[in-house]
């Protein structure tokens, strides 16, 4: 694992004023474990990976410096809530999707008009 990935682990703990023991219980790690790779001793599996990025609500890529937007570009829709959208959205025809996509335009135009 790169140095990226250590450093920017630690700055968002931090950011988030969270213990390790904290991102450890979110993700379902042990405390060590997020310890060993803030100090570079250790990297992640992909699968430990993704709990913490979805513990600290960041994608893989911004932990590991491929991208420096530390949101998945939603909004200010948060990340967990966005994959829980799609999760729920995964088995509906195309005629309930096209409904649920036509509600979210009207709702996004809603919200535009609302905050002017």
């Known amino acids: 694992m790169n140095e990226e990935f250590k450093d920017r682990l630690k700055a968002l703990r931090e950011r988030r004023q969270l213990s390790q023991a904290d991102v450890a219980e979110r993700s ?64 509906l025809s195309d005629s309930s999707l096209n409904f649920l996509n036509e509600m979210a335009k009207a709702l996004s135009e809603k919200e535009k008009k609302d905050s002017k």
């Open 28 to 91: 379902g790690l042990m405390p060590a474990a997020i310890s060993h790779f803030e100090t570079g001793k250790r990297s992640p599996s992909f699968d430990n990976l993704r709990k913490i990025a979805d513990a600290l609500d960041v994608s893989v890529d911004y932990l590991l410096g491929r991208i420096d937007e530390e949101q998945y570009g939603m909004g200010s829709v948060s990340a967990p809530r966005s994959r829980e959208l799609f999760r729920n959205a995964e088995n």
